[in-house]
């Protein structure tokens, strides 16, 4: 056996070498694991933004943790992570379902599911904060008084509006993801179903969902921890308000550095935020089991 046929069939035995992964690697080293450590750094000072960085001890964090207005930003962020959830979870997958069939007016939907995709946060959020105006919006230009109400400047509903926005924006995102799980799911599996005479309703909850089991843990992490990072959309739809009624925890972090100068609060915050993202990650990551990495279809 020659050197190069040995070489090549190691290679083959023990996968491609770990240096090919240096460069992501780097990467992610300087662009998020120094930064990380760098706010964690800054969470112990104080500092305005502007002049000399002082060692403040825990002055930030007690700051942060005894403030009511942190305590009711994690609430909004709670209530919008859930009912976001709720509502994107079964409609991203009936629709990823639906748009996964072969038919040409399924493609030419999903086509118009997918639009909201190529428009940014921001963009969305004044399209809608333009349209729900009860002066000059949607509501006075068709003469339907129910939509002329102040969607954005009440309390009890504004929340729900946020939540529908954000639903309006991702649902296509999620939607793409089961569509491409649906497709991967062997047809044999439906046709032999359909010889044992299972219907259209048996065979979603018998053959979809439980082929589409890693394919929801992952759309669900991205779901649930994409809410932490709900700021542009909703600094721009509602600044926050009315009063603290939007002011989620990214939000906050921002209005604390930027608007009150207050650095080390900030970055005590944003700890707080990535701590929350990889708790929740990692417990949906811990749903999927312990072979969550290996193919949905083995066994099948």
Same mark, same amino acid.
Not at 26 to 54: M, Q
Not at 109 to 120: C, G, I, K, M, N
Not at 278 to 294: E, I, S, V
């Given at each position: ?23 992501? %690697?780097?990467?992610? &080293? ?31 964090? /007690? ?31 009936? %629709? ?34 333009? &349209?729900? =105006?009860?002066?000059?919006?949607? @509501? ?7 939509? /002329?109400?102040?969607?954005?400047? =009440? ?40 010889? =044992?005479?299972? @219907? ?7 053959? /979809? ?12 992490? %991205? ?19 009315? @009063? ?17 100068? =207050?650095? @080390? ?36």
């Amino acid at each position: 056996m020659s050197v190069t046929s040995g070489s090549s069939r190691r290679a083959l035995q023990t996968g491609p070498s770990g240096w090919l992964a240096a460069p992501a %690697l780097a990467f992610f &080293l300087l662009f998020a694991i120094i930064p990380l450590f760098g706010v964690l750094f800054l969470s112990f000072t104080s500092w305005d933004g502007l002049g000399e960085i002082k060692l403040d001890g825990l002055s930030s964090w /007690t700051t942060v943790l005894t403030d009511p207005i942190t305590g009711n930003a994690l609430l909004v962020t709670a209530k919008i992570m859930f009912f976001s959830f709720i509502i994107q979870a079964p409609i991203s997958l009936l %629709l990823g379902v639906f748009t996964a069939a072969g038919q040409k007016y399924r493609a030419a939907l999903a086509v118009l599911y997918f639009v909201p995709l190529l428009l940014s946060s921001a963009a969305v959020a004044i399209a809608f904060k333009a &349209l729900l =105006d009860p002066n000059f919006g949607m @509501g006075a230009g068709l003469g339907l008084p129910f939509l /002329t109400q102040d969607w954005l400047g =009440d309390s009890d509903l504004v929340l729900f509006v946020v939540v529908f926005v954000i639903a309006w924006q991702f649902v296509p995102f999620h939607t793409l993801i089961y569509q491409g799980g649906v497709r991967q799911i062997p047809t044999s599996l439906y046709e032999a179903a359909q010889i =044992d005479g299972a @219907g259209r309703m048996q065979q979603f909850f018998s053959i /979809t969902l439980p082929q589409l089991k890693y394919t929801i843990i992952t759309s669900s992490t %991205l779901m649930v921890v994409g809410s932490l990072a709900y700021f542009d959309l909703v600094f721009v739809l509602t600044g926050g308000g009315p @009063g603290y009624a939007t002011r989620l925890l990214p939000l906050h972090m921002y209005l604390t550095g930027f608007k009150a100068n =207050d650095m @080390g609060a900030a970055s005590a915050l944003g700890v707080i935020l990535v701590v929350i993202g990889l708790a929740l990650a990692l417990l949906l990551q811990r749903l999927g089991g312990k072979n969550r990495n290996a193919s949905q279809l083995e066994g099948a």
